[in-house]
């Protein structure tokens, strides 16, 4: 989550609300999200990664259990790795 929030940080406040807004949610949601230390659905995530650019990955959003909701990743080139 913290590749989300340094994404958000980079961005210009109202950057910020129309990006939450064309991944489907709202800024507001995103934030507690980050700092509650919870997951994103697995949709939002895919929104995420590719309104940012793929600046902010599924992976990144969900390191503990990328690989069991996008198997298809695990043969994807990347530098992390799961357990």
């Known amino acids: 989550m913290e590749e ?3 994404y958000l940080n980079s961005m210009h406040p109202n950057d910020q609300v129309i990006f939450s807004k064309s991944c489907g949610t ?9 700092s ?3 997951y994103l659905g697995a949709s939002l995530c895919v929104s995420i990664e ?5 600046k ?3 992976k990144q959003l969900r390191p503990n259990d990328w690989w ?3 198997p298809e990743l695990d ?3 990347c530098t992390e790795k799961h357990t």
Do not use: D, F
């Not at 709202?26 to 980050?34: E, N, Q």
């Not at 590719?50 to 793929?54: A, D, F, L, V």
């Open 4 to 6: 989300l929030r340094q």
């Open 26 to 34: 709202s800024l507001g949601y995103l934030r507690k999200v980050i």
């Open 36 to 38: 509650c230390g919870r």
């Open 50 to 54: 590719e309104k940012s650019k793929h």
């Open 56 to 58: 902010v990955t599924r």
């Open 68 to 70: 069991k909701i996008w």
């Open 75 to 77: 043969n994807a080139p």
